[in-house]
């Protein structure tokens, strides 16, 4: 099992990126796949799940209505768009896999039994 984060990089506040999860040697229909962030000094924070099984999508509440999580089944791929970031997004964002027996946010890295390495986004005029 391989889960690939890219897509991160230098943006001024207000920008845009788009996150991708791709997903190897797992059924993205039977797992959750979850962004964290980390950002230095801090703990790794809960972002965004999107529910393989369900189709749900969940999001904290500092990026409501700025990010949005999605699949592309044919690609196995999750995508994270970002949109008007600011510089508290600032981050390494990593993605997770955990298995989606119930219909919930996963909100806790401990419910993640699959990481993949994190991709830096840095949000700076």
């Known amino acids: 099992v391989q889960l690939q984060a890219s897509g991160g990089g230098l943006v001024q506040p207000g920008g845009s990126l788009r996150l991708s999860c791709a997903a190897s040697?797992?059924?993205?229909?039977?797992?959750?796949i979850g962004w964290f962030r980390q950002a230095p000094g801090k703990e790794r924070e809960w972002v965004s799940t999107?529910?393989?099984?369900?189709?749900?999508?969940y999001y904290a509440d500092s990026v409501k209505g700025r990010f949005t999580v999605s699949r592309d089944n044919a690609q196995s791929t999750v995508y994270l768009q970002t949109n008007s970031l600011k510089p508290e997004d600032t981050a390494v964002y990593y993605c997770?896999?955990?298995?989606?027996?119930?219909?919930?946010?996963?909100?806790?890295?401990?419910?993640?039994?699959?990481w993949g390495q994190g991709t830096q986004v840095t949000v700076s005029s």
């Open positions: 997770a896999a955990a298995i989606d027996v119930y219909n919930i946010p996963y909100y806790l890295p401990d419910e993640y039994v699959y």
């Open positions: 040697g797992l059924s993205l229909d039977v797992y959750a």
């Open positions: 999107f529910s393989g099984r369900y189709g749900s999508t």
